[in-house]
């Protein structure tokens, strides 16, 4: 289930993205570190941090994912980041007793981009 999160946030991210990593309907870059929103699913420990959200993405957040929140992601038992190179977001990975992610479980989850621990 975590994996294909991933997997359909990639997806709709690239979707609106053009090769070189830009936005297509904005001409800016979407490798900045600054988020500004984010699509929080407490039920897999995950929050997903966003440069820009467009509303198709703010409607699939809400009926997939758990709740669309227009700050970002919050640090308060943050395993590590994942960041997905070249489309504007970034997986986080948070600790939650037993059922939650480790640092080493949260690593070998990210094969989208560098992890940076906490």
Known sequence: ???????????IVLSQTNCSGNKTNKGVSTTASIYTQSCRDDATHLCYDFTS??????????????TYVESPCPTANRVGTCEVQYSGYAVRYY???????TLES??????????TPN
């Open 53 to 66: 959200v467009e509303t198709p993405l703010k409607s699939e957040c809400s009926a997939s994912f758990g």
């Open 95 to 101: 600790s939650a007793g037993s059922s939650g992610w």
């Open 1 to 11: 289930m975590k994996k294909l999160t991933m997997i359909f946030l990639t997806v």
């Open 106 to 115: 949260a690593q070998n989850n990210c094969n989208a981009g560098p992890f």
